[in-house]
């Protein structure tokens, strides 16, 4: 029995489609905005301030392992009805939450380890959506922008676990832009049209694989024509690839290169 904390965005819908289809048992607990699970027999709709109910759910199953699907978004922390656990718990989730969405997820994975529950990598049932080195469209970088891709890759291996960057534009060796706390999309609608820049998405040090996978999908690359981008780079085994071939195919007829490093 596998417990799913799911959130919103595609991926976690394609986490549940393949337990079902590899026939495992499962339980949901529905963190998404909407309900998004409420259909499923299976489903759970538990706030993020019933720790209690959340943990004894979990042992009741009699699971040994949850994992982390979708975004889980932060919650009006001052709307939450809490239970005892909740009550002890929740400042260290509102804590974290000043740091960004991806930081409740981490503080929710200690709160769980403290409750000897352990938490598995997002993509555990999933290998096939992580890809592996190699260059994956017609379009590859030439040499100009292999160096603004070493550029980039430098600058990542520079920061320190504290900051926020997952995502970065670079161009002629140059670090254009960053992600803040709000996102890739967010970081992208900051750029000029035409920018002519290459996406890259690398994890941070000491980034918590489990849940926080660098994620590209089909509207990664609409967005990356939009806004005149020349490539996307990602690390090879460390990454979320959604809607693949559709990705590729998008990516050749619009000259952008996939490059997993």
């Keep these: 029995m596998i417990g799913l904390f799911l959130g919103d965005t595609n991926f976690s819908e394609i986490v549940l489609q393949k337990i079902i289809k590899l026939k495992i048992k499962y339980f949901i607990i529905d963190f998404s905005k909407n309900n998004k699970f409420k259909k499923n027999k299976n489903s759970n709709r538990l706030s993020i301030g019933k720790f209690g109910k959340i943990i004894n759910l979990i042992k009741e199953k009699k ?65 096939e959506l992580s890809l592996k080195a190699k260059n994956y469209t017609k379009l590859k970088p030439n040499s100009k922008e292999i160096k603004s891709i070493k550029k980039g890759v430098l600058y990542f291996n520079q920061l320190n676990s504290l900051d926020h960057v997952q995502a970065l534009i670079v161009k002629d060796e140059k670090v254009i832009a960053t992600e803040g706390n709000q996102g890739t999309k967010k970081m992208l609608s900051k750029l000029k049209k035409g920018s002519a820049g290459i996406l890259i998405k690398l994890p941070k040090k000491k980034q918590d694989l489990r849940m926080d996978l660098p994620t590209i999908g089909l509207n990664t690359l609409k967005d990356c024509k939009k806004y005149g981008l020349k490539g996307i780079v990602l690390k090879s085994k460390k990454n979320i690839f959604l809607d693949k071939d559709k990705c590729i195919s998008f990516a050749n007829k619009n000259k952008i290169f996939i490059k997993i490093i």
């Design 63 to 127: 699971s040994k392992k949850v994992l982390f699907a979708g975004k889980i978004a932060k919650p009006k922390f001052s709307t939450l009805r809490l239970d005892l656990k909740g009550i002890y718990y929740m400042p260290s989730v509102i804590k974290a939450a000043r740091l960004g969405d991806a930081a409740i997820i981490k503080a929710i994975i200690k709160i769980l380890e403290k409750e000897k529950i352990k938490v598995i990598s997002s993509n555990f049932f999933n290998p």
